[in-house]
């Protein structure tokens, strides 16, 4: 059997002892970081690693938030005052098909919705929330959801 320097006395004990013969410390062969936590690199950096943690999830949390601005409906304490246009409603509840478009200041009719199906990848590289549209003039162009929210209105059809 091998040996091994004690801990306490640092004298040469057997491997397998349960009790020092000379200064009769239990289990002389074993040291305090036996499992690695006592005086392992974890325990020395654990300050770090917890902020190094802490940080990684608030930069994920604020990387959630930005994806759900890019994608997601608008949110509700934020939103605008709701539109208040008889007969038109605001392209933020939703598009349809057919839709005929309205310039917002001045209500003059400019063209309809021909396709909700977005290309992809669309021209500004997000492949939901926009619709191809008709305008008066004949020419055809993509455009996002939230942006044409903020130029047109929808004419409600009865």
Known sequence: MSHIMCRECHHLVSEG?????????????RTEDADGWADGWIVKYRGALLLAIILFGLELAWFRHEITQLAGPPIP???????????????????????RLHDRQSRAYVGRVTSLNCPDPTPWGH????????????????IRQQVGAQRYLAKLER
């Open 77 to 99: 304490g934020l939103a605008r005052a709701v539109d208040s246009f008889p007969g038109y409603r605001s392209l933020d509840r939703g598009l349809w098909l057919g839709a």
């Open 17 to 29: 002892a349960k009790t020092c013969p000379r200064c009769g410390i239990s289990w002389p062969g």
């Open 127 to 142: 492949p939901w929330r926009c619709a191809e549209v008709e305008f008066v003039d004949g020419h055809r162009e993509w």
